[in-house]
């Protein structure tokens, strides 16, 4: 029996043993599973701190996206609304009676004349023509070919007049299609020109690279004909601008009728009627085509610096996807 009784001790302490180790397992175990639970919850914190940015920043650059989006949208609304062909009236002078015509027509269609001045012409000439339309305040073009040292000795002579019969030029000089160098363009610069109107069977307008000056086209008439009207129909379509120039010599000299005459601008008016063309004056159109080349101008810097910050933030958002995964990715 005391054998026995022996042999019961051992058994007892290796079941109290046994108990213990197996209590310290599993508290060992329990505290790795919280020790792993904090860790993950850590990382869950931090992680959530990528996705709260990343999720700021994605909602910011949709919002701009959208915005650049809708900018464009209204941008070619807005322009298939106000979209329309800008039409000028000039008349090449030729003789001091040839104010009266100008002056019929002018009143009978409702338009500012636009007396173009031959620079070529005697200067004592010139000053006729300024005097026999000085009363209607009607605006004044300058041009002349070929453009040498002379012409341009009138050039300034004329603008000088002009001043001291406190009359202006309209800023722009009609410059021929041999003339258009960039040497002539800077030298009209020069004399004080804000822009030049050149020939083109396709109307056009803008602002010059070279110069910073504005430009439209010009169409020069001695005998109205379908090449003008095609003109006169692709400037309602197109929405640019234009002069029509009647060479009054050609009226005087008989190769043109005051009949045609009538006809270009009849061609014109039907254009109006139509609400696709506007009848302007030239300062007016020189004021449209610089405010839409400033607008342009702005809009292309909003779009870089638009487009630089887009990419800045998609930048960002990629670098913080590599944080983000990152985090679960330590050991």
């Not at 609304?81 to 001091?96: D, H, K, L, N």
């Not at 029509?244 to 009849?266: H, I, K, P, Q």
């Not at 139509?274 to 809009?299: F, K, Y």
């Not at 958002?317 to 679960?328: G, K, N, P, S, T």
């Amino acid at each position: 029996m005391d054998n026995l009784q022996g042999f019961k001790i051992p058994a007892c302490i290796l079941s109290v043993i046994l108990a213990v180790a197996l209590g310290i397992m599993m508290w060992r175990g329990h505290q790795e599973e919280l020790a792993t639970k904090a860790d993950l919850e850590q990382k869950n914190a931090e992680a959530q701190v990528y996705l709260d940015e990343i999720e700021a920043l994605e909602s910011e650059l949709s919002a701009l996206q959208e915005g650049e989006s809708e900018s464009e949208t209204e941008t070619e609304a807005d322009t298939e609304q106000t979209e329309y062909g800008r039409a000028m009236v000039g008349f090449r002078i030729s003789a001091v009676e040839d104010a009266e015509l100008i002056t019929t027509l002018a009143e009978e269609y409702g338009f500012t004349p636009v007396i173009v001045l031959d620079c070529t012409d005697d200067i004592e000439d010139i000053k006729g023509y300024i005097d026999a339309t000085a009363a209607s305040e009607w605006e004044y073009m300058l041009t002349g070919t070929p453009f040498t040292d002379a012409m341009n000795e009138n050039i300034l002579l004329t603008l000088d007049y002009l001043e001291e019969s406190s009359l202006e030029d309209c800023g722009f000089f009609l410059l021929r299609t041999s003339d258009n160098a960039s040497s002539k363009r800077l030298l009209l610069q020069e004399d004080g020109f804000e822009g030049y109107t050149l020939y083109s069977d396709t109307p056009m307008d803008g602002v010059s690279d070279e110069t910073g000056m504005l430009y439209f086209s010009y169409a020069y008439v001695q005998t109205f004909g379908t090449s003008l009207d095609a003109q006169i129909d692709y400037l309602a379509q197109s929405g640019s601008a234009m002069i029509t120039v009647f060479d009054m010599g050609s009226v005087n000299e008989g190769t043109m009728t005051e009949a045609e005459v009538r006809s270009g601008l009849d061609s014109i008016y039907s254009r109006v009627e139509s609400e696709r063309l506007v009848v302007t004056t030239v300062r007016e159109t020189a004021d449209a085509i610089a405010a839409s080349a400033q607008t342009e101008s702005t809009e292309s810097e909003d779009s870089t610096e638009d487009e630089a910050y887009a990419q800045e933030l998609q930048e960002r958002i990629d670098q913080l996807w590599v944080e983000f995964r990152a985090v679960y990715a330590e050991d």
